[in-house]
């Protein structure tokens, strides 16, 4: 579980910086400077590589667990379950677990709302 949070805690320093990159897009747009739109897309591929990285290092650990119970209980916790023991640990988790998909949430909203102003009302739609 030490291992899961430490992911997850991984993986909200990087919606962090991808929610920073994607605002920096917004406004590169709403200056109508192409040159730093370009480059910040491009520099938000780094962390979008490192989420994708410790997602699969997670699935992997998860695979690899020996206890099917608690890989099941660990697999719950890390879609927005309930902790599934007492303590500190299993509460952390599932705090950052939100957080995460809170900031995620957020990413995604801001880059709606990017496509719709390049591409216009049409695009972007859920």
């Known amino acids: ?3 899961a949070l430490v992911l997850m805690k991984r993986t909200g320093n ?16 709403d200056r109508n400077d192409r040159v730093s739109t370009e480059m910040l897309v491009a520099m938000r591929e ?3 590589d490192k989420l994708h990285e410790a997602d699969r290092i997670l699935r992997e650990q998860l695979a690899d667990m020996p206890d099917r119970e608690a890989a099941a ?4 916790m890390l879609n927005g379950g309930p902790p599934a023991q007492e303590g ?6 599932c705090e950052q677990v939100t957080q995460n998909k809170r900031r995620l ?3 995604i909203a ?7 102003k390049i591409a216009g009302e049409g695009s972007a739609r859920q």
């Open 73 to 76: 209980q660990l697999t719950a």
């Open 88 to 93: 500190n640990l299993p509460q952390m988790l």
């Open 1 to 3: 579980m030490m291992d």
């Open 105 to 107: 949430e957020q990413v």
């Open 46 to 48: 780094e962390p979008l």
């Open 110 to 116: 801001m880059d709606q709302r990017i496509n719709r």
């Open 14 to 29: 990087l919606l962090n910086e991808m929610e920073d990159l994607t605002k920096q897009i917004a406004e590169s747009i």
